[in-house]
């Protein structure tokens, strides 16, 4: 195996709210309050990331280095100059990959034993 | 509302809130003001109270492995002076806690008797088991300062079944024991007047004559013990002492940069602390 893929089989299982926000850190970068509302719109409310847990998240993401903070601002009417911004990066990207290679494995393997319907 | 959060925010360790404590704050707020109604406020609250108290101390275990990993680095740099200082440790804390549970036993717990500071010994008078036991019975009923009695020996064996020269008894005086002796040795001495009564003792002053030879050794154990724990306290003075001369450099950047002095010591404090850990466990 090579070390880089060494370094994303470390990482795994993520735990449900760094995938969240390295999915929605796929589309764009992002400060934490937007990651948040984000998170919220994705699981229909039932993901609410207090401040705690989404700065101590992000904390671990940046010192994984899966995403880093970004110098990078967007136009200034959008801008909020006391917002610090995140942006996902390569090893992010390929983490959260990894991850929904794990996940869609665990969903077949489910499907062979369970036999999941359609819809539930 | 901000403010109070701000200030429960100081659960958080220096460096996460340093990092991100504005961040949190502004959350917060934004959170707050989309609330609508008391209900809702109160709501983001009492969220905000619960994420405080679930991710804290997970942040703070997380800075003190940092520290703790970071001060095992340095340490292992120097491994004798830290072998000394650990082993230092460990034999002072082994021997403290060795010296406590003596003196604990023999000192500090007392009879395991209902109120043992009541109690009177009377030794050896030399009566049959059975009339003597008859005799003091009735001594016993008549002196109404005497709550209750018991024969004493050291092997326990039923009294009517063998004779023996001397009994030992037992009382407990109602007040303190140690005016009632006299009056006691008196009572026994007024059932048979040839019997020789004597050795008439509280049970604290018969405990202090059994405990005084391990009470010297105890104290000149103690003596030891706490010789050993200041050579410890010294060992890990000059470790810590050391650590900190090494990384004077490293220490006055984070200063200079405007690390608050409160977390510099804060973290030379934990750092320090890991030798101790250890010596801990070992002792």
């Given at each position: 195996m090579a070390k880089r893929d060494r370094d994303v089989a470390e990482l795994l299982p993520l735990p449900p709210p760094m995938f969240h926000m390295l999915l929605a850190l796929c589309q764009g970068e992002r400060h934490g309050y937007a990651l948040k509302r984000e998170i919220l719109r994705r699981t229909d409310g039932k993901l609410n990331l207090g401040a705690g847990a989404l700065y101590g998240s992000i904390a671990r993401m940046v010192e994984r280095g899966l995403v880093e903070e970004s110098a990078e601002r967007p136009d200034l009417h959008l801008d909020d100059e006391r917002r610090r911004y995140y942006r996902i990066t390569l090893l992010g990207r390929r983490a959260a990959q990894a991850e929904a290679q794990r996940m869609r494995d665990l969903v077949q393997q489910a499907e062979e034993s369970l036999g999941l319907p359609e819809t539930i | 509302m901000r403010r109070l959060y701000r200030m429960m925010?100081?659960?958080?360790?220096a460096g996460f809130r340093e990092e991100y404590g504005r961040a949190l704050e502004r959350q917060f707020a934004d959170d707050y003001r989309e609330a609508e109604g008391r209900r809702e406020r109160i709501e983001v609250g009492l969220r905000a109270l619960k994420d405080l108290a679930v991710t804290a101390p997970g942040e703070i275990a997380r800075e003190l492995w940092q520290d703790l990993r970071y001060a095992v680095r340095i340490y292992r740099q120097r491994p004798v002076a830290t072998g000394l200082a650990l082993a230092a440790l460990a034999v002072a804390i082994g021997a403290t806690t060795g010296i406590f549970s003596v003196l604990n036993a023999l000192l500090i717990r007392s009879l395991p008797?209902?109120?043992?500071?009541r109690l009177v010994e009377l030794s050896?008078?030399?009566?049959?088991p059975l009339s003597g036991r008859n005799a003091v019975e009735s001594w016993f009923q008549e002196?109404?300062?005497?709550?209750e009695f018991a024969p004493w020996d050291v092997m326990f064996r039923p009294l009517n079944q063998y004779e023996q020269l001397a009994t030992t008894f037992v009382a407990r005086v109602r007040g303190n024991p140690e005016g009632y002796l006299p009056a006691c040795r008196d009572a026994v001495q007024g059932t048979d007047p040839g019997v020789p009564v004597f050795d008439v003792k509280t049970l604290d002053q018969r405990l202090a004559d059994v405990v005084a030879r391990p009470r010297f050794y105890t104290t000149a154990i103690l003596f030891l013990a706490g010789f050993a724990l200041l050579l410890a306290a010294v060992g890990a003075y000059g470790a810590a002492s050391h650590s900190v001369s090494q990384r004077r450099h490293e220490i006055g950047i984070r200063i200079a940069v405007g690390g608050p002095p409160g977390r510099v010591r804060g973290m030379v404090f934990r750092q320090s602390m890991a030798p101790v850990c250890v010596g801990v466990v070992a002792g």
């Amino acid at each position: 195996m090579a070390k880089r893929d060494r370094d994303v089989a470390e990482l795994l299982p993520l735990p449900p709210p760094m995938f969240h926000m390295l999915l929605a850190l796929c589309q764009g970068e992002r400060h934490g309050y937007a990651l948040k509302r984000e998170i919220l719109r994705r699981t229909d409310g039932k993901l609410n990331l207090g401040a705690g847990a989404l700065y101590g998240s992000i904390a671990r993401m940046v010192e994984r280095g899966l995403v880093e903070e970004s110098a990078e601002r967007p136009d200034l009417h959008l801008d909020d100059e006391r917002r610090r911004y995140y942006r996902i990066t390569l090893l992010g990207r390929r983490a959260a990959q990894a991850e929904a290679q794990r996940m869609r494995d665990l969903v077949q393997q489910a499907e062979e034993s369970l036999g999941l319907p359609e819809t539930i | 509302m901000r403010r109070l959060y701000r200030m429960m925010l100081r659960i958080y360790p220096a460096g996460f809130r340093e990092e991100y404590g504005r961040a949190l704050e502004r959350q917060f707020a934004d959170d707050y003001r989309e609330a609508e109604g008391r209900r809702e406020r109160i709501e983001v609250g009492l969220r905000a109270l619960k994420d405080l108290a679930v991710t804290a101390p997970g942040e703070i275990a997380r800075e003190l492995w940092q520290d703790l990993r970071y001060a095992v680095r340095i340490y292992r740099q120097r491994p004798v002076a830290t072998g000394l200082a650990l082993a230092a440790l460990a034999v002072a804390i082994g021997a403290t806690t060795g010296i406590f549970s003596v003196l604990n036993a023999l000192l500090i717990r007392s009879l395991p008797f209902r109120e043992p500071d009541r109690l009177v010994e009377l030794s050896r008078f030399p009566v049959s088991p059975l009339s003597g036991r008859n005799a003091v019975e009735s001594w016993f009923q008549e002196n109404h300062y005497l709550e209750e009695f018991a024969p004493w020996d050291v092997m326990f064996r039923p009294l009517n079944q063998y004779e023996q020269l001397a009994t030992t008894f037992v009382a407990r005086v109602r007040g303190n024991p140690e005016g009632y002796l006299p009056a006691c040795r008196d009572a026994v001495q007024g059932t048979d007047p040839g019997v020789p009564v004597f050795d008439v003792k509280t049970l604290d002053q018969r405990l202090a004559d059994v405990v005084a030879r391990p009470r010297f050794y105890t104290t000149a154990i103690l003596f030891l013990a706490g010789f050993a724990l200041l050579l410890a306290a010294v060992g890990a003075y000059g470790a810590a002492s050391h650590s900190v001369s090494q990384r004077r450099h490293e220490i006055g950047i984070r200063i200079a940069v405007g690390g608050p002095p409160g977390r510099v010591r804060g973290m030379v404090f934990r750092q320090s602390m890991a030798p101790v850990c250890v010596g801990v466990v070992a002792g």
